[in-house]
């Protein structure tokens, strides 16, 4: 099936660095999406990604949906104490009439620890 | 707006007990839902997609009698988990669409701990 690698497992940064963390797909995918998860919480949608090639911002967030479609990585600059959670990619199979079509494939995850 | 809730957000049950866990969509009709389950530090498992009206399809290795899915309206979805065992004990999160195939919006999540 469907296998979505994330990279980094955990960062552990100090506030104000800069952070990138990127997805990896054997597979292709239309849309890419980028969730935070907060402890006891649901994922929070932070950026979508509908085309290839798309570079998209969100505050101080930035994603981009690789040009094979097989891939994306998601920047957070001058990172800041409540920017700590799991950070989840995810694709979505669109394809009409597949047994994937509407479900969503997630990463491992990457824990982020940002210290004061 | 794209606001989904889950009801309970933590419940405790007894082994042998059935528990129902609500998903509700409070601004938009939901098409879709989908069922997940998280165990600690790992990435959520898609159980099952539910469309309004018809019945819950099941990903592979989910027990269908065992959780049990019903999408009875477009803002409600129900996650019926039968005869809890401990090893059912988890975070059960639900999500929902309004139109398929594109961004899904989550609940809180239910802990569910089974004694």
């Known amino acids: 099936g469907q296998q979505l690698n994330q990279s980094p497992q955990s960062m552990f940064i100090q506030e104000g660095e800069d952070v990138s963390m990127n997805c990896t797909s054997s597979?292709?995918?239309?849309?890419w999406l980028w969730y935070k998860q907060e402890p006891g919480e649901g994922p929070v949608l932070l950026i979508a990604?509908?085309?290839?090639?798309e570079l998209t911002s969100n505050g101080r967030l930035t994603a981009q949906f690789g040009i094979t479609r097989k891939d994306s990585f998601l920047n957070i600059s001058a990172s800041i104490p409540s920017d700590v959670g799991i950070y989840f990619c995810?694709?979505?199979?669109?394809?009409?009439?597949?047994?994937?079509?509407?479900?969503?494939?997630f990463g491992q995850g990457t824990i982020l620890t940002v210290h004061p | 707006g794209a606001v989904v809730s889950q009801h309970p957000s933590w419940v405790i049950c007894k082994s042998g007990t059935s528990v129902k866990i609500e998903c509700r969509s409070l601004d938009f009709q939901a098409t879709t839902m989908f069922w997940y389950r998280q165990f600690p530090k790992q990435s959520l498992m898609l159980m099952a997609t539910s469309n309004e009206g018809s019945k819950a399809t099941y990903e592979q290795g989910v027990e269908k009698d065992k959780f049990l899915i019903n999408h009875a309206s477009l803002t409600l979805s129900t996650l019926t988990v039968t005869s809890a065992h401990p090893e059912d004990s988890s975070f059960y999160i639900c999500?929902?669409?309004?139109?398929?195939?594109?961004?899904?919006?989550f609940g809180p999540g239910t802990r569910l701990t089974v004694t």
């Open positions: 995810a694709g979505l199979s669109s394809r009409a009439g597949g047994t994937s079509y509407g479900k969503l494939t």
């Open positions: 990604l509908y085309k290839a090639g």
């Open positions: 597979s292709i995918f239309n849309t």
């Open positions: 999500s929902a669409s309004d139109r398929a195939p594109y961004e899904q919006y």
